[in-house]
């Protein structure tokens, strides 16, 4: 089955960049998501990228692919305090049809 | 134009007993999940729909049954609540973009 391999912690000062990693095996996934969760809520869906991207852009987030390394980025510019949460990475399609898979969350902790 | 709805969004239950969990979507996707999210453990899969008509198991299925009723709703139903399924539960469905609904905390005691 897929595997989806995350970091546990990042840690920024606020008014920097963050990077957030994704790593994966099934190279076949179609879709790429990013997710985040703020602590007692539910999931928001960040963005997503087709496997036929290499890079998504939207406002101060921009999504990075690389297909040969099976490689997925979250960058966040101008990083703030509101964006301390869980983000998970989470990928579908491919040889798992119908099934969306999750990484196991990096918590941002971003310092004034 | 609701998204992913669950119910109930809070439950307590005694060992043993049952319940089911509600999920309904109004977005006509296909795929629907349900996940359980424990501290530490990120998102786990319990079971998937990929279709109307089709479930499969997903990480953790054991103590859970699953019913795809028509293309809108997918229930997760505990036959015999055990305190191993105190977690937080999500439903999710898919067609490309992937939507969640709010989540149910449960607490088996």
């Known amino acids: 089955g897929e595997d989806v391999e995350q970091s546990l912690f990042l840690s920024v000062r606020e008014g920097d960049s963050s990077v957030i990693n994704c790593t994966y095996t099934d190279s076949s996934s179609t879709y790429l998501y990013w997710y985040k969760q703020e602590p007692g809520a539910g999931l928001q869906l960040l963005t997503y990228?087709?496997?036929?991207?290499d890079m998504k852009q939207d406002q101060r987030l921009t999504v990075l692919l690389n297909k040969k390394d099976k490689h997925l980025s979250l960058r966040i510019a101008d990083t703030q305090t509101g964006d301390s949460a869980i983000y998970f990475c989470a990928l579908a399609g491919g040889t798992s049809y119908g099934k969306l898979t999750f990484g196991q969350g990096t918590i941002l902790t971003v310092h004034p | 134009n609701a998204g992913v709805t669950q119910t109930p969004k809070f439950q307590v239950l005694k060992t043993g007993q049952s319940m089911t969990l509600q999920c309904a979507q109004d977005m006509n996707h296909n795929s629907m999940y349900w996940y359980r999210q424990d501290p530490g453990m990120g998102l786990r899969l319990i079971y998937y729909s990929a279709s109307e008509g089709t479930t499969d198991k997903g990480e953790v299925p054991n103590g859970y049954n699953v019913s795809r009723l028509n293309k809108r709703e997918f229930s997760l139903r505990l036959e015999s609540a055990a305190p191993s399924q105190t977690s937080v539960y999500f439903c999710?469905?898919?067609?490309?973009?992937?939507?969640f609904g709010q989540g149910t905390r449960l607490t088996v005691v």
């Open positions: 990228i087709f496997s036929n991207m």
């Open positions: 999710a469905s898919t067609l490309g973009e992937a939507f």
